[in-house]
């Protein structure tokens, strides 16, 4: 059959974004792709305790690029996996390394959390220059024993945090007691600011949606970025189970047409194949649901500073999960590749972060939405590297 009248058969149904609803249990990842979201629970070895909880961080395309080296006893070296790059759409590597601030956020709640300061080195061995990610170390985190170490009451959020790809409820505004929470979550890092734009506004919610929705047509219509989704894609329960990361597609229907080989995923689809129309639609659809967006602009743009950023927005994500507000990151329009140059200047325009003194690190949409399931995870054991 070809490619294009298989698409047609799904019927809508292709959506590549990771994330799928409850609905059907037949979409439900298996227990073993989702088991770190029940936490570490007694593990003794506090290292591997802390670890339990970092793994849970966002990450980009939920890759996990993490490693964390326990050779040195009270010691984690966090260390990237230069396998679990996306150099197409990530070609710096600032979202790796916003995606190692928010595991290094999660480490320290949870260090916390066990009378644990923990001491973070970032680069020890020596920053990485702009262009690429190297072997050094990302952060050495020496973790001491410490009666006045305070407790970080976000620590009750890692285990409910979510990336929610779902429609927002467009008819329920964030509410300024949440909008003050992210904000005060992403305080304390003077190169870092926040930004919001909520309901009120309508004239700059529909400049928002638009370069968000120009940003997610340009990355599914060049060939190679969609084809870097592809290899990270998994489709179906056994897929799910075996990776336990990457994006994700548990659509019944695309599933039992991967299985008999009728989704192709060697090459890249024609822009006006049903498969990339119907995700624009369908994305569409979801940003027109949406009431509010969020930023962190950054003051430069050195590898302290995107980690940083990840920090920042862990926390927020973190503060949102409080209120009950969901949030999914918009990050095609912040892509550093040629062909996004346009959304790139168009976001930077409309935050006023000119380059390149600023540089937007995050930008998200806001809202609420029904629950959606937990994304799967590797577990402690596949990031250790353990003497
Ligand atoms: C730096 C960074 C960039 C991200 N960009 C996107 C994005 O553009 N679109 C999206 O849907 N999710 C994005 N995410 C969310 C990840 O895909 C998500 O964290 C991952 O799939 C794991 O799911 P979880 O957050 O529910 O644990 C991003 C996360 C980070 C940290």
Redesign the pocket.
């Given at each position: 059959m070809h490619r294009r009248n298989f698409i047609r058969l799904v019927g809508g149904g292709v959506v590549i974004?990771?994330?799928t609803t409850l609905a059907g249990c037949s979409r439900a990842y298996p227990p073993e792709a989702i088991a770190a979201w029940n936490g570490p629970g007694t593990e003794a070895d506090a290292r591997r305790w802390i670890l339990g909880y970092a793994i849970?961080?966002?990450?980009?395309?939920?890759l996990q690029s993490w490693q964390a080296d326990l050779r040195t006893p009270g010691e984690i070296t966090l260390r990237c996996d230069p396998t679990r790059l996306l150099p197409e759409t990530d070609p710096f590597s600032?979202?790796?390394m916003?995606?190692h601030?928010?595991f290094l956020e999660l480490l320290d709640i949870a260090a916390r959390e066990r009378g644990l300061r923990a001491d973070i080195e970032l680069f020890p061995e020596g920053e990485y220059g702009p262009e690429r990610i190297d072997g050094r170390p990302v952060a050495r985190i020496r973790l001491v024993p410490d009666a006045g170490v305070a407790k970080d009451p976000l620590f009750a959020q890692i285990l409910a945090?979510?990336?929610?790809?779902e429609a927002y409820d467009l008819q329920r505004p964030v509410p300024a007691a949440a909008w003050q929470a992210m904000s005060a979550a992403a305080a304390g890092q003077p190169a870092l600011h926040f930004g919001q734009v909520g309901a009120d506004a309508a004239p700059l919610i529909a400049r928002h949606r638009a370069i968000a929705a120009e940003a997610w047509r340009i990355e599914l219509t060049t060939p190679r970025t969609i084809m870097e989704s592809f290899e990270v894609l998994r489709v179906g329960p056994a897929e799910v189970a075996q990776h336990r990361d990457?994006?994700t597609l548990m659509d019944p229907m695309v599933v039992a047409m991967a299985r008999v080989g009728l989704f192709d995923r060697s090459q890249a689809p024609a822009p006006d194949d049903f498969a990339v129309t119907s995700q624009i639609e369908d994305f569409n659809a979801k940003l027109a649901s949406t009431p509010g967006f969020l930023w962190i602009v950054s003051d430069g743009n050195d590898r302290r500073t995107q980690v940083a950023a990840?920090r920042a927005?862990?926390r927020v994500?973190l503060a949102a999960t409080v209120h009950g507000v969901a949030m999914?990151?918009?990050?095609?329009a912040?892509q550093e590749y040629p062909e996004q140059a346009g959304p790139y200047a168009a976001i930077r325009a409309l935050l006023g972060a000119p380059p390149p003194a600023q540089t937007v690190?995050?930008w998200?949409r806001v809202g609420y939405a029904p629950p959606?399931q937990?994304?799967?995870?590797r577990g402690v054991d596949a990031i250790v590297v353990a003497g």
């Open positions: 974004a990771a994330g849970l961080a966002p990450h980009s395309h939920n600032r979202q790796i916003m995606s601030g928010t945090r979510r990336t929610n790809r990457g994006l990840g927005y862990a994500q999914q990151p918009l990050q095609q912040l690190q995050m998200a959606v937990p994304a799967p995870r």
